[in-house]
């Protein structure tokens, strides 16, 4: 009886599949498939061509949609961003069999417009469901302009409170769900020893593994929860780096046991967990790969980057640590990549080391873009006829990927209705613990009798930062805690000063002696003797209390002498660095305004209560303040 059971099933499996080589596959039919998802993918395999697999193996960014670019230089623009499917990018979804689509800020505008993008994404597959992604990690990166961004990773290891991570992993999980989103570029477990490391930071929970492993762990489970795929990263370990990998390439200098003792640590838990999904980092890690190769962009000797090298994804990541889930790498596009491999090769090359699918190889922002896409797929599949390695690869990763899209029950249609939607996406039950993490986050990292600032019945406070836009959100919260005083008022004025530079405003004077108390409002400050540091000095010099807030990562007190209070918000906007697009971490920015002021009788403020994910060290590699470290009232 068994054996006419599975007969009967392999019968319906190769069926089904047979029946609809020319169309999506159905709810009913993909269910069906289900029941066996390894069988059912091999099934599956078995009838596709070398294209529909390479397809499976990429996904596009398809942020900007350009018919007729005048002069295109590469330029990102609103008016071509992506808000609704275009013709073009539908056929494109189809004809070339896709597997999976990127979405960025450009693309996430309103609930009610993403909801119905995705739909239409999905609507123009070929046959199997497409993995739709994008990176919400929270804090400094994020994606929907509507969504609930949450603090960020630095900020929630600050309240050392796991649930706190979970529910932040839940709230992230439910909104992106509610879109149709069905893999999230997040968490990163990067582990952050390296205060001068330019592009993780507060992306990164802590410099601390078994804090990372706590916190990743619940979030991931909230995430999971609501049916979005957490992905970690960015293998094997971006957090001991000083150059940004979307314009260079990094260079980890650790030995091979610190490598194990550090960076290894965060990825090693979560796969002995169960994680299915982890994304590469572009850098070199002479330790683990000391292969050299010759760049294409100026013919110098370079080390070969971690998303191209199979030392790495194939001997250590599947070998060593038995990893069995997929494998995406970071941005192919970034310069990392981009400017020293060819784009084609770079593709092949990321596949013979171990690579699953490949993110953002091709803009696909224009006409012109979509012959670099053919040449793609044409190079893929000429290369692979030749190469019995690279077809033997494109074969496991192909299979992997459609068995992922069965095994966790992916559908082509998001989960709930646009209503539904509309309902969950920053709803206010989720803004209202956003400010419930941020206010917890908050660390109070020194203070001589500055902090809780006594609010008089009329107070004139300077607010100083080197952009406008800081300026205008710390201001608009200080006129609304003056709105909600009885008998006190806030006067607020800023100003914008180059904090990294080494000249003030002419009438820096002048608004320091019209004050009550200042606020200096630093963003990863990078060396000593600067105009931050001159502010601090006048203040000093005409008895005005100063609060430093560090509005990104904690570590600016190290920059600067003489400060008597200062606190970290861990993130003040949150940034798309593949288009410089801001949202502002409102919730972070109140939080820390709201950590400066001693109650009243009609307003309660925020007592700090953070404490260090990190250690803060001196030019001379001295520590200043411990992880762990945090004051409160």
Known sequence: MKKIVAITFSVLLAGCVSHVAQQPLTDVQLEGLWKDPHKSAELILSQMTTKEKIGQMLMLDIRQWDENPQGYAGERKEETSVHALPEALAHMIYDYRLGGIILFRENFVTTTQSYKLIEDIQGARYRL???????QEGGYVTRLREGTEMPGNMALAATRDISMAQVSGEIHGSELSALGVNINFAPSVDVNVNQNNPVIGVRSFSSDTDLINGMASAYIAGLQKNHVIATIKHFPGHGNVETDSHVGLPVVPY??????????????????????????????????????????????????????????????????????????????????VADNFGSNEAVEQAYLAGVDVAVMPVHIWDKQSMDKLASLYQYIEKKSQVNPELMKRINESALRVVEYKLDNKLLPQPMYTGAHALSVVASAEHKNYERKVAEKSVTLIKNKGVLPFLLKKQNNILVISDEKARNELIKSELNKISSELQDKTISATGIDVDLEGQTLPQDVNKQITHSDFIILVTYNLKAQDNAAQSIISLAAKYKKPVVVISSRNPYDISALKNVKANIAIYGITGFDITNAGRNSLEANIKAGVRSLFKNTQDVTFNNPTGKLPVEIKDANNNVMYPLGHGLTY
């Open 255 to 336: 030995s091979e046991q610190e490598w194990r003792q550090n960076d290894l640590v965060p990825f090693k838990y979560a796969i002995d967990n169960g994680i299915k999904a982890i994304m590469t980092g572009h850098i070199v890690v002479p330790v683990l790969d000391n292969t050299k190769v010759i760049s294409k962009h100026d013919g110098k000797e370079m080390g070969l980057p971690a998303t191209l090298s199979k030392k790495i994804l194939t001997d250590i990541l599947r070998n060593e640590l038995h990893y069995k889930g997929l494998i995406f790498t970071d941005a192919l596009d970034m310069g990392a």
């Open 129 to 135: 469901p497409l993995l739709i992604g994008t990176d």
